[in-house]
């Protein structure tokens, strides 16, 4: 079967029970990966396990009940890496407009589970080689922010918090029984959310999201625990903090899986955003894991997609 380059899918979700207009961050970020996976393992002819979600700007949100398209392609490989562009469009006044775009990482594996290495991407148009060039700077952006997570104190301070705690027991599962990445990234938005409708006392939405590093991935059974915590406030956006952990049930230490700082908003009754109180950091801890979130937040800043109408 011939490598596949590019993918799109369709999905739409159902208005259902929710009050909701729009579809969750997480739900989207599922979708993205869903679409991106199938563009990697394509490419690839392997399993592949996600590495990297971009950061994800909405410049429009996701409407339920409209189709939505999901373009997925590939600009750049590693050694044993693809990297894959993607953006979502949906429906409106008769045409499709993008809401958002970003890149995703997959790590090929093999029927062992250890990496194996992938087919070079050649990129041959003037627009391949300009992605081509622009994945490979990213890298750079990526490592920074990833110092910065790493440096963060173990405790997080003393604002508006909390931890889900639960077994992992899902379907969306790679081929390999793992715990596909779109799945752990729905967990980080609910989170985030919750923190954020806690703290600010309305309904929220997620304008920012995504930027997360998978350590290692989750099996299904493990205890998975998902610690948010508001960490920044702008006058109308909340900065939250989610760290994934995962183990053995009988473990007291899970392992950490990822990190993410997923920026929400509160709404109004007519879907604006509002303006919120100030958080101010109290404790030394408080005030050292501000700025951390201010430095990741200009690095993420600085490896924004913006959405265009050019076609895959």
């Not at 600010?200 to 610690?227: A, C």
């Not at 109290?282 to 005030?287: K, L």
Request: proline fraction near 5%; charged fraction near 30%; aromatic fraction near 6%.
């Amino acid at each position: 079967m011939a490598r596949r380059s590019n993918i799109e899918l369709t999905f739409r979700e159902v208005t259902g029970t929710s009050g909701k207009k729009n579809v969750a961050a997480g739900t989207v970020v599922d979708w993205i990966d869903k679409t991106a996976y199938a563009c990697a393992a394509s490419w690839t002819r392997s399993q592949c396990v996600t590495s990297y979600v971009g950061n994800m700007h909405f410049t429009r949100p996701v409407p339920r009940d409209t189709p939505v398209r999901v373009q997925a392609r590939v600009v750049h490989t590693g050694r044993r890496s693809v990297h894959i562009q993607t953006r979502v469009l949906s429906r409106a006044e008769g045409s499709w407009k993008v809401c958002t775009e970003c890149f995703m990482i997959y790590v090929a594996v093999g029927e062992d589970g250890e990496p194996v290495e992938v087919a070079p991407f050649e990129p041959s148009t003037d627009l391949e080689i300009r992605r081509d060039v622009d994945a490979a700077r990213r890298m750079d952006h990526r490592r920074q922010i990833e110092e910065q997570i790493r440096a963060l104190p173990e405790s997080m301070g003393e604002s508006e918090a909390l931890t889900l705690r639960f077994v992992a027991d899902t379907e969306e599962r790679y081929p390999d029984g793992k715990v596909r990445g779109g799945a752990v990234m729905k967990w980080i938005d609910l989170a985030a959310e919750i923190c954020a409708e806690r703290y600010s006392g309305h309904r929220v939405t997620s304008v920012l999201t995504g930027g997360v590093r998978f350590y290692r991935p989750i099996t299904v059974g493990d205890l998975v625990e998902v610690d948010a915590r508001l960490v920044l406030t702008g006058t109308k956006s909340m900065h939250v903090l989610v760290r994934v952990r995962s183990g053995d049930r009988t473990e007291r230490r899970p392992e950490d899986v990822a990190y993410g700082l997923p920026v929400m908003v509160a709404l109004d009754e007519s879907g604006a955003a509002m303006r919120i109180t100030r958080w101010e950091p109290i404790s030394d801890e408080d005030y050292a894991v501000a700025e951390k979130a201010r430095r990741i937040r200009d690095l993420r800043n600085a490896t924004l997609l913006t959405p265009s109408p050019d076609p895959v």
